[in-house]
C-alpha cells in the first residue's frame, strides 16, 4: 500500500497544505484506509480483498480536496455530493492506483456510496466493500469528533430521541447544536454492519465518551433511559 499512499499524498499536495482542513482531511482518509483493513481482515477476507478494501479506505473522501477548494466547505448541503465528486476525480485517474477493472469498479462504488443513505444497486461483493468503507469511515467520525461541548444547557430533542428509539438515523434537518450532533453519531450504531465495529465501540469506550459529554442536560432522566437502551443495543449487535 506503499505506493497507493504515495499516489494519494501526490493527489493532496495539489491542495494548500497550509490549510488544517485539508490535513485533517489527510489523517482521517488515514484513519479510514486502516479501519477498513481492520474490517476486512476480521471477516477473514483474501489478501486480495483486503487490498481492495485498504485502498477503498484510504481514497473514500478523495472528493473533499475540491469540495474545500471549489466551495470552501465540507457541507454537501451548501456544495456538492462529496461522494459523487469522489466518484468523478477517480474515474480520470483510478489507473494510477490499479490497472484490474473488477477493483476499480468495487473502489469506485465504495466512494460513491459511502456517504449515502443507502448503497445503491451493486452486485453482493461490490456491496460488501461499500458497507466496509462507511463502517470504517463512521467509526473514525464516531471516536474522533465531538467529544465536547461549549453548551451549559444541553437540551435533549425528543425528536432525536425518537429516531434512536425508532432505531433510525437522527434526521439532519433537527441536528442544529452540537449536542444534536452527537446524538446523531450516537444514531449510526443502526448503521453499522460488522461486528468488528460494534466490538470496538465497545472496546474504547466511545459511545461512552459521547454520553459523558450529555451529562450536563437537565433531561437527566431522558438521558439515562436512552444510555440503557444504547447500550443494550450494541451489546446485541456485538453478540450478532
Excluded at 69 to 77: L, Q, V
Excluded at 150 to 158: A, G, L
Excluded at 204 to 223: G, M, S
Aim: aromatic share 10%; with cysteine; proline share 0%.
Amino acid at each position: 500500500m506503499e505506493e497507493e499512499i504515495k499516489i494519494f499524498d501526490e493527489y493532496v499536495g495539489n491542495f494548500d497544505l497550509k490549510d488544517e482542513r485539508i490535513l485533517r482531511k489527510k489523517e482521517h482518509s488515514y484513519r479510514v484506509m486502516n479501519f477498513a483493513k481492520s474490517i476486512a481482515e476480521s471477516l477473514k477476507l483474501n489478501e486480495a480483498d483486503i487490498y481492495i478494501a485498504t485502498l477503498a479506505g484510504l481514497v473514500h473522501d478523495i472528493g473533499r480536496f475540491n469540495q474545500l477548494k471549489f466551495y470552501g466547505t465540507f457541507k454537501d448541503s451548501e456544495s456538492i455530493d462529496h461522494g459523487d465528486e469522489g466518484y468523478r476525480v477517480l474515474c480520470d485517474f483510478i489507473d494510477k492506483f490499479t490497472e484490474d477493472k473488477k477493483t476499480q469498479n468495487i473502489v469506485l462504488s465504495a466512494t460513491k456510496y459511502h456517504n449515502k443513505c443507502k448503497i445503491g444497486d451493486v452486485d453482493e461483493q461490490t456491496k460488501i466493500f461499500c458497507k466496509i468503507v462507511r463502517d470504517a469511515d463512521k467509526l473514525d467520525i464516531m471516536e474522533t469528533q465531538i467529544n465536547e461541548v461549549n453548551s451549559e444547557n444541553i437540551v435533549i430533542k425528543d425528536e432525536l430521541l425518537k429516531s434512536i428509539y425508532e432505531k433510525s438515523l437522527c434526521k439532519n434537518e433537527y441536528c442544529e447544536t452540537e449536542e444534536d450532533a452527537i446524538l446523531r453519531i450516537i444514531s449510526w450504531i443502526f448503521d453499522l454492519n460488522f461486528p468488528y465495529s460494534y466490538k470496538y465501540l465497545k472496546d474504547n469506550k466511545i459511545i461512552e465518551r459521547k454520553f459523558n459529554v450529555l451529562k450536563r442536560t437537565q433531561d437527566k432522566q431522558k438521558l439515562a433511559e436512552l444510555e440503557e437502551f444504547v447500550y443494550r443495543e450494541i451489546e446485541e449487535m456485538n453478540l450478532c
